[in-house]
């Protein structure tokens, strides 16, 4: 393990010299965030599939963009990849200290409210730090709801009761339909947003992953389109060629016969 991670930072080092290579040379921490974005999805697709092999090398592809930025850090006087691996299994001692230390641990639920806590005394140096400061704002939005609702239901601040949700759902609904009747753009955009956020609440206490859940809603409906797509092919004709009624019917007939 030591000595293949080792051969990977020469690997990028050498990249990285006056004799390597002229891309890998220009690369930046800011040039390499949509690399990392990207490796991020890719295992998340590979894990996803339950595909063992895919997920193995986008894990690599991760580590190297790891490396990477470690290299450019070291360029730079920041920091080195051994203080990044230090630092962190240093956090993970420290978070742990139900593990690593005399603390009782319990149930899953008492460990994360203990991880919470001892990460709002790191980041804070004895001053007060809301729990949910640390949240970044450039995740997805349905990824930054869910965040936001699981870190302040593990110090208490939850709907106790499922159906007490989908009775907000229901209020958000009737809230946003007054939107629409009074065509107030700004109202409108509020009221759709509160709507989004109480259905990834329901998810969230049905213990379902919004962003899982979309992508396979989203990935069924291009699946059907795409067959609807498909029949109207066989007659030479396209969507844009038929009514309303039409296309409903075919619809409908496709999902019945993918159920």
């Keep these: 393990m030591s000595a293949s991670l080792s051969r990977l930072e020469e690997i ?17 921490h800011a040039s390499l965030r949509t ?6 999805y890719e295992a998340v697709e590979a894990i996803n599939r339950a595909d063992d092999a895919n997920l193995c090398e986008e894990l690599g592809d991760l580590l190297l963009l790891v490396v990477m930025h470690a290299q450019i850090g070291s360029e730079r006087g920041a920091f080195r990849f051994e203080e990044v691996a230090h630092s962190v299994c240093e956090k993970l001692i420290r978070r742990h200290p139900h593990v690593f230390g005399d603390a009782k641990g319990g149930d899953s639920a008492t460990v994360l409210r ?3 806590q001892i990460k709002r005394m790191e980041k804070g140096k004895g001053k007060y730090v809301s729990i949910l400061s640390s949240i970044s704002q450039v995740l997805p ?14 110090v208490g601040f939850d709907w106790q009761k499922t159906e007490d949700v989908l009775d ?10 007054a939107a629409v009747i009074a065509k107030n753009r700004m109202e409108l955009e509020e009221e759709a947003g509160d709507v989004l956020f109480s259905l990834v609440n329901l998810l969230r206490k049905l213990e379902i992953d919004s962003e899982t859940a979309l992508n396979r809603s989203t990935a069924k409906f291009i699946l059907r389109f795409q067959a609807l797509e498909a029949h109207l092919e066989e007659s030479g004709r396209r969507v844009e060629d038929c009514g309303d009624f039409e296309l409903n019917q075919i619809w409908e007939n496709i999902k019945a016969e993918r159920k």
């Design 35 to 40: 690399a990392l974005l990207e490796e991020c």
């Design 141 to 154: 939005a349905l990824m930054r709801a869910q965040v936001v609702q699981k870190k302040v239901s593990r």
């Design 168 to 177: 907000k759902i229901e209020e958000e609904v009737r809230e946003l339909r």
């Design 12 to 28: 990028i080092a050498k990249l990285r010299s006056p004799e390597g290579c002229p891309w890998d040379r220009e690369q930046t």
């Design 114 to 116: 203990q991880w919470e």
